[in-house]
């Protein structure tokens, strides 16, 4: 994110009371660039700071209305879209072996490849898989979106009201953004998994290859990307991007976690700190008033900071390893797209090599040849010799033609998913930064109005009723649980 730049701060007659606008405070906000092409100075939106201090809500935290601005890329193809999914109402299943969870996908669309306008699925999350193995394996040069990671160390029930929520939303996240892919939305097995019936969708999914298919496809991908001589410089410092953006965002998701730590420890504390006043005002008879509006302070705080923590949670640690996740598929597309270079080059230095047998033939001896030994003429050796050569130069020349056109594909396939992704993941990372800053600025506020408004309270002596020792005690559970 730039930094804020300052327009200019002219200063006037504190007795003046009619200042023109031009000596208002501005800044530019570099995250407005291109949003309003009729505004000053190149396109930058230019904010007064007197006018939003004067707003009615007075408070900082309110500037995450700017958000709604960046939003507007969600919906700037809503004109063209014409393929809209939703996942929602996850239901619990118990069979005799396991139980599982699966989410109803609601589809609606007005392409004529699929044979209505409205489909309403149910998919747990193996199928969810199957179909992303299923891009990738027809579409091995295409970025296809990553799936969230099936079991989470932080929760361990995934059961849970929480744990579905954020899965969810990730679901939801996968689909939409295979949804508006140009190539892997008009895919079979996708329009099958969005449409089939659930006998119909598992007979298709044993037509799919074999887990030892893919083993060996990535095996051979990975060697490919360490045998690599001339990887060209613009995927070569692709790659090198992509391996710092992974360690930054591993670094903050460290600092994350590290901080997440810290404010359950705090809350924990909180839970312990809010009984103590309730119990002490029944020995401080003329203290009764302040030390129960302090119990109850602490109590709203303790909400807070729990509403802070879930927050975080799912608006900033989740989209974190979701690009964590982005960095390393792309870090595997990098390494199919060696693969076939890799094959391309084997077969240009195979050809250059059989050119040049092709030219030393015609000037060896092949008296001594094992051909010439055992009877034939030298001569008809080698042109037999001659023939196999061409035979071999021209197989090898069909191949190199089609491994070239298969890399020219594979490079313009990755160019333009690159291009795609890095629009989606500056605007998804100026939104989450955002939203991290907004969040944290709403609980500091609402803390410190709490602190403020028990301040009033103690001074004003604002009379609040002892509560008895089994409502304490029934408080203070239903806190800890």
């Keep these: ?6 327009i200019g701060v002219l200063k006037g007659d504190d007795n003046n009371t009619s200042k023109p606008a031009d000596d208002k405070i501005k800044f530019k906000d570099p995250l407005l660039t291109g949003l309003d092409r009729e505004s000053d100075d190149d396109g930058m939106e230019s904010l007064d700071l007197e006018a939003s201090a004067k707003s009615e809500e007075g408070s ?27 996942v929602d109402d996850p239901e619990k299943h118990t069979s005799t072996l396991e139980a599982y969870i699966t989410f109803r996908v609601t589809t609606k669309t007005s392409r004529t490849e699929f044979e209505g306008t409205e489909f309403s699925v149910r998919r747990r999350y193996n199928d969810f898989l199957w179909i992303r193995q299923r891009l990738e394996e027809k579409h091995p040069t295409h970025l296809v979106p990553p799936l969230p990671e ?9 059961f849970s009201t929480e744990f579905l929520k954020v899965r969810q939303a990730a679901l ?9 892919h140009p190539v892997l939305s008009f895919d079979t097995c996708f329009q099958i998994f969005l449409t089939a019936k659930a006998w119909e969708f598992q007979a298709h999914k044993k037509q799919g290859s074999g887990f030892l298919t893919r083993v060996s496809d990535s095996l051979h991908n990975m060697s490919a990307s360490y045998m690599m001589k001339n990887r060209p410089p613009e995927f070569a410092s692709m790659h ?12 903050m998701d460290r600092i994350a976690q590290r901080v997440a730590k810290e404010q359950n420890d705090y809350m924990a504390e909180l839970l312990e700190w809010g009984p103590c006043y309730t119990l002490w005002a029944n020995s401080e008879d003329h203290l009764t008033g302040a030390l129960l509006t302090m119990s109850k302070s602490v109590d709203e705080c303790l909400k807070y900071v729990k509403e802070l923590i879930d927050d975080t949670d799912t608006r900033f640690a989740q989209p974190l390893k979701e690009y964590l996740l982005y960095s390393e598929c792309i870090k595997t597309v990098l390494r199919r797209r060696d693969a076939i270079q890799n094959e391309y080059d084997m077969v240009v230095d195979e050809l250059a090599k059989r050119k040049d047998d092709k030219d030393n033939i015609k000037t060896s001896d092949q008296t001594y040849s094992i051909g010439a030994l055992l009877g034939k003429d030298p001569e008809d050796v080698k042109q037999q010799k001659h023939d196999k050569l061409e035979v071999q130069i021209a197989d090898l020349v069909h191949q190199m033609e089609s491994l070239n056109d298969r890399t ?8 333009a998913d690159m291009e795609r992704w890095h629009k989606h993941k500056q605007r998804d990372m100026r939104e989450t930064f955002m939203c991290l800053a907004d969040m944290q600025i709403s609980y500091y506020e609402k803390c410190l109005a709490v602190w403020e408004n028990t301040i ?10 002892l509560p008895s020792t089994a409502a304490i005690t029934e408080n203070h559970e239903d806190a800890v649980l």
């Design 60 to 86: 900082v935290s309110r500037s995450s209305s700017l958000i709604a601005n960046f939003r507007l890329d969600d919906d700037y193809d809503g004109e063209t879209r014409d393929l809209f999914i939703v």
């Design 456 to 465: 009033r309270a103690i001074q004003n002596n604002d009379h609040i009723q």
């Design 408 to 415: 020219v594909v594979a490079n313009a396939d990755l160019k």
């Design 1 to 6: 994110m730039a930094a804020i730049e300052e």
């Design 240 to 251: 090198d991007y992509m391996t710092l953006l992974q360690d930054k965002l591993g670094v």
């Design 172 to 180: 939801q996240k996968f689909l939409t953004r295979v949804a508006d």
């Design 150 to 158: 099936k079991h989470s160390l932080k929760r361990l029930d995934r």
